[in-house]
């Protein structure tokens, strides 16, 4: 493996930063290099580059290639747990569901990882639905999309070991929404991820083609985003959102210069933002 000394220069570093913000918009800080040498070590070598110059050299020069996309799959962050911060899912269920009248429910989970919010999601407008027999009789239809290919299959899969399962999900939920397939391995039962389409999508480009929603989990994602990206990333979540709908952000995400687009509002505990008419 190389040494993060020889091969992260200060040169290099920047260009690759300028390179990763520009074709997926996460924004690194100058004192990262350990994260990108840590985690693009295995790629510079197999390539057999000295610095990372050439990776930057080689990526810009090939495009739209496979290069790319490793370079994407390896720089971005996939923490992720069931029902993570909770909050967000107690206000889907008691507040947001129970407003869902007429028309087919859309949900969109934006940077959606190995599926856990989606499945999550999906949990949840299931016990809603066993609570209130009658309800959402038009459909539900969560889209999951993220940037990263190699999660996204994982996430298509549906199968998670017991390490991952345990993180956030009670032995009640699991044993009602999984199927054991070994000792160590449990799959999303087929009602629950049959609702769930996870797509491709690299939020810094349009995601207009996938319609119009009633809510948007899009958390603890912007983070990674310069505010410029952010709030054109946010403007454009409203013009998805259908009058009225609602988008969830992480727990230390704040909407801020917006108050033209989303009100606030507070649901004791936790909070959720509610677009409103241009």
């Known amino acids: 493996m190389l040494s993060s000394t020889n091969a992260i220069t200060p040169n290099g570093y920047v260009r690759f930063r300028d390179y990763l913000q520009k074709v997926c918009g996460i924004s690194l800080s100058d004192n990262k290099q350990y994260l990108v040498a840590s985690r693009l070590g295995k790629i510079l070598e197999r390539e057999g580059f000295s610095k990372i110059e050439q990776l930057v050299d080689a990526l810009e020069r090939?495009?739209?290639?496979k290069l790319k996309e490793e370079v994407i799959n390896a720089m971005t962050t996939n923490e992720t747990l069931w029902f993570r911060d909770s909050h967000p899912f107690t206000i889907l269920r008691d507040k947001v569901l129970p407003e869902m009248k007429v028309s087919p429910l859309r949900i969109w989970s934006a940077a959606s990882s190995t599926g856990q919010e989606?499945?999550?999601?999906?949990?949840v407008i299931e016990e809603f639905k066993s609570s209130r027999p009658g309800v959402l009789k038009a459909g539900e239809k969560i889209i999951a999309t993220d940037i990263c290919t190699n999660i996204l299959q994982h996430a298509k899969q549906g199968e998670y070991d017991s390490l991952a399962i345990a993180r956030g999900l009670g032995a009640d939920l699991q044993r009602r929404y999984?199927?054991?397939?070994?000792?160590q391995t449990w799959k999303i039962k087929p009602n629950l991820s049959s609702r769930v389409e996870f797509k491709y999508l690299n939020l810094i480009d349009s995601f207009s083609m996938l319609g119009k929603f009633d809510v948007i989990f899009c958390r603890n994602v912007l983070i990674y985003f310069t505010v410029d990206l952010k709030l054109d990333i946010l403007k454009r979540m409203h013009a998805s959102l259908k009058p009225g709908g609602y988008l969830f952000l992480g727990g230390s995400e704040a909407l801020s210069g917006l108050s033209d687009y989303f009100e606030i509002v507070q649901c004791h505990p936790g909070i959720v933002y509610k677009a409103k008419a241009l």
């Open 178 to 183: 999984f199927d054991k397939v070994n000792d």
């Open 118 to 123: 989606p499945y999550s999601i999906s949990m």
């Open 62 to 65: 090939l495009g739209g290639s």
